[in-house]
């Protein structure tokens, strides 16, 4: 029988900063490897401390402790005999890097640091990192005394290197290396590394997922070989979800890969391939032959291990499954949203629902999340599963089996409708059929009186003038602002009573939901409604939420949402008999935003240049003069609304084009009245109407 090397790849959901639930999570995944048969446990970026420490890696403690952790894992009895490879910040001459290390039976083999740190999206690693600029090359490691006392070892190679094991030889990349348009495993295959490792922390978008995947694929296919990428998963304590879908690709070929959306916070995938393979693909490519022939030496530690054994079977491609958008949204920010309920001291969610798009879309997701607690424990209510642990910890009931969604939504989703004067029967109708459908707890409030006694106390200090909805747009807006704020006290009020008002300890996280697009338009009142403690479609634009809860009405047989999806999106802040439609306040559509938000970041485009642009995408829609005209409006709306995404809510970013400013989207929070470039815009469409008729719609 053909000898074959068995490896693992690992997906776990970490949390910043806890190195005693990390470092069990770890263990446990070396473990099941171990069982499985491995010969190699990889594991994802940053793993002992958590991807999303931020700025504690500026803090000593945050690397002592990541040593302390790595010398338990070095002594654990359960740790021996498997080549291990785990990630960590290491500070080398006063310089911290982001590293894996690499051990084998109580001895650390190397430390090899990141050569590519990542500073775009959501990554600001440079704040935190160095990049290992000295290719191809070593240096002698004094580790700490602690790793001293605990295993003997003084010292290790640090920086650049390959392991040449007894039977293959073994190359290392970082997350951005695989990603960089010089990835390091070119190089590295040609050195010979038939065995690539990736530890990564590559976050969710709608329609990304399989682009680390095909990443890998191509990678094995131009230059042949093993590629064992790992990822985090879920949220650590910050607006991104980490992506999961670790994997294992052998010459272009999937032989496994992991869940993209999961509640499991150990995933360990293990494949046993024939490296004969590796080596017949690549000498039957020539022009690698040829590269390969005069590439440089590469450094290589020599480590006396092998990953062969005649103990396996041997394992084959598989098909790859991802998730459709509409899936992602049921369950991406589902997830998100559990994982910051189980790790915050929060009984559930509160939600004031409106009975529109954006409000109903949220509570789906919340009903979408109860699915995915239910159907992962009642299958494992005898296996002492963490996800129970944790659900009977937030429900404060040691004895909860859970039986349905249904059931748990009642348990974990406060609904309220916040009625006034000028909210109409038909959304009303909507929110308590919609409640009804997913069995959330639902209640209604009349926020009119509160209003009605700001408006009364307002005029005495103003000698007697009262604002009015018909009298000037300062006046229309404050009444309707004074609303919007008005429901988001209550809801915060709210959400501290409803467990106190049926006998119970705790509180309720406050849920928001503002959509992508209100937020890059700024329609949205600071402070209102849309301020909470989460938002989970705070990243998702409103034609992907349609698109949603359609999906959902079928997946969760929710006939009440063909309603909500019908009826024009409105905020019912004016009297009704103005029929006040989101989109006319806007003074654009939701499909324009859509397009002005993807110009904007990540098409990098201002005023000028997306006139430019849409003069092209919009050819047959609109003439020049209207182009320039709704990109003017879109500029001007969003200059003077810009303060506002300080205080926009923490949300699950989903989405290529968020304007969320803690981390995305960088931009100052006033602007001036982008004279200089309106008036290149007015030369440019003069320009077009004067030379370029074919840009006239018929």
């Given at each position: 029988m053909t000898e074959l090397a068995t490896v693992s790849a690992t997906c776990l959901n970490q949390f910043a900063m806890d190195f005693e639930g990390n470092y069990h999570r770890i263990l446990s995944s070396i473990e099941k490897a171990k069982l499985q048969g491995s010969k190699f446990r990889c594991g994802p970026e940053l793993e002992i401390t958590g991807y999303s420490c931020q700025d504690h890696f500026h803090e000593s403690d945050t690397i002592l402790h990541s040593w302390e952790v790595l010398a338990q894992l070095l002594i654990h009895v359960n740790c021996q005999d498997i080549l291990i490879d785990v990630g960590m910040p290491v500070m080398f001459n006063d310089v911290t890097y982001n590293c894996r290390v690499i051990f084998l039976n109580r001895e650390i083999v190397l430390i090899r640091p990141k050569l590519i740190v990542c500073d775009d999206g959501n990554y600001r690693e440079t704040r935190w990192f160095t990049a290992w600029t000295r290719r191809r090359q070593l240096e002698e490691f004094i580790l700490p005394q602690l790793i001293v006392t605990a295993t003997g070892q003084k010292s290790v190679p640090f920086g650049d290197a390959l392991l040449q094991l007894d039977d293959t030889r073994i190359g290392f990349e970082i997350c951005e290396e695989l990603w960089s348009p010089q990835s390091t495993h070119i190089e590295q295959s040609f050195a010979g590394a038939e065995i690539i490792v990736n530890g990564s922390g590559s976050y969710a978008e709608l329609r990304k997922a399989a682009h680390a995947l095909t990443l890998c694929k191509r990678a094995t296919s131009k230059s042949g070989g093993l590629y064992i990428f790992n990822n985090l998963r879920g949220c650590d304590g910050e607006r991104i979800y980490l992506n999961g879908s670790s994997c294992i690709v052998l010459n272009g070929n999937t032989l496994r890969l992991g869940q993209q959306y999961s509640l499991l916070d150990v995933e360990v995938l293990t494949a046993s391939i024939d490296l004969t393979e590796i080596r017949n693909y690549r000498n039957s490519i020539r022009s690698r032959t040829l590269l390969a022939a005069a590439a440089s030496p590469y450094p290589t530690l020599r480590v006396n291990w092998s990953l062969s054994s005649k103990a396996r079977k041997m394992t084959f491609p598989v098909a790859e499954i991802f998730c459709q958008p509409e899936e992602e949204i049921a369950r991406g920010p589902a997830l998100w949203l559990w994982d910051y309920l189980r790790r915050s001291s929060a009984s559930g969610f509160f939600l004031p629902l409106s009975g529109g798009v954006d409000s109903s879309s949220v509570a789906i997701i919340v009903y979408s999340m109860c699915h995915l607690v239910v159907e992962h424990t009642v299958s494992r209510l005898?296996?002492?599963?963490?996800?129970?642990?944790?659900?009977?910890?937030?429900?404060?009931?040691?004895?909860?089996?859970?039986?349905?969604?249904?059931?748990?939504?009642?348990?974990?989703?406060?609904t309220c409708y916040m009625g006034s004067e000028n909210s109409s029967e038909e959304t009303r109708k909507r929110a308590n059929d919609l409640a009804a459908g997913i069995n959330s707890n639902h209640l209604t409030v009349d926020i009119t009186s509160v209003v009605s006694a700001l408006i009364t106390e307002t005029k005495s200090v103003f000698g007697g003038k009262t604002?009015?909805?018909?009298?000037?747009?300062?006046?229309?807006?404050?009444?309707?602002?004074?609303?919007?704020?008005?429901?988001?006290?209550?809801?915060?009020?709210?959400?501290?009573?409803?467990?106190?008002?049926?006998?119970?300890?705790?509180?309720?996280?406050?849920?928001?939901?503002?959509?992508?697009?209100?937020?890059?338009?700024?329609?949205?009142?600071?402070?209102?409604?849309?301020?909470?403690?989460?938002?989970?479609?705070?990243?998702?634009?409103?034609?992907?939420?349609?698109?949603?809860?359609?999906?959902?009405?079928?997946?969760?047989?929710?006939?009440?949402?063909?309603?909500?999806?019908?009826?024009?999106?409105?905020?019912?802040?004016?009297?009704?008999?103005?029929?006040?439609?989101?989109?006319?306040?806007?003074?654009?559509?939701?499909?324009?935003?859509?397009?002005?938000?993807?110009?904007?970041?990540?098409?990098?485009?201002?005023?000028?240049?997306?006139?430019?642009?849409?003069?092209?995408?919009?050819?047959?829609?609109?003439?020049?003069?209207?182009?320039?005209?709704k990109v003017k409006h879109f500029y001007v709306s969003y200059a003077s609304n810009r303060h506002k995404m300080t205080t926009l809510t923490p949300s699950c970013h989903m989405e290529s084009y968020s304007p969320d400013d803690h981390r995305f989207d960088h931009r100052p929070i006033f602007y001036p009245d982008f004279t200089w470039q309106f008036r290149k815009i007015d030369e440019m469409i003069q320009e077009v109407d004067e030379s370029l008729p074919d840009f006239e719609v018929d």
């Open positions: 005898h296996m002492n599963d963490e996800v129970l642990i944790d659900l009977r910890k937030i429900l404060k009931n040691q004895d909860y089996v859970p039986t349905n969604a249904s059931d748990l939504c009642h348990q974990l989703l406060t604002p009015d909805f018909s009298g000037t747009r300062t006046e229309n807006l404050a009444l309707q602002n004074v609303q919007a704020r008005s429901r988001m006290i209550f809801a915060y009020f709210m959400a501290q009573l409803c467990p106190w008002s049926t006998g119970k300890n705790g509180f309720l996280l406050v849920l928001g939901t503002s959509n992508v697009d209100e937020a890059i338009r700024g329609y949205f009142t600071k402070y209102d409604c849309s301020s909470a403690d989460l938002n989970p479609i705070g990243g998702i634009s409103k034609t992907d939420l349609r698109n949603f809860i359609l999906y959902a009405a079928k997946k969760f047989k929710l006939s009440e949402v063909k309603e909500i999806v019908d009826a024009p999106p409105t905020a019912e802040l004016t009297p009704l008999h103005t029929n006040q439609t989101d989109e006319e306040d806007m003074g654009m559509t939701y499909s324009e935003l859509s397009d002005f938000g993807k110009l904007r970041h990540p098409g990098c485009c201002g005023p000028f240049s997306m006139v430019a642009r849409l003069l092209h995408l919009w050819k047959d829609k609109f003439p020049p003069t209207e182009i320039s005209r």
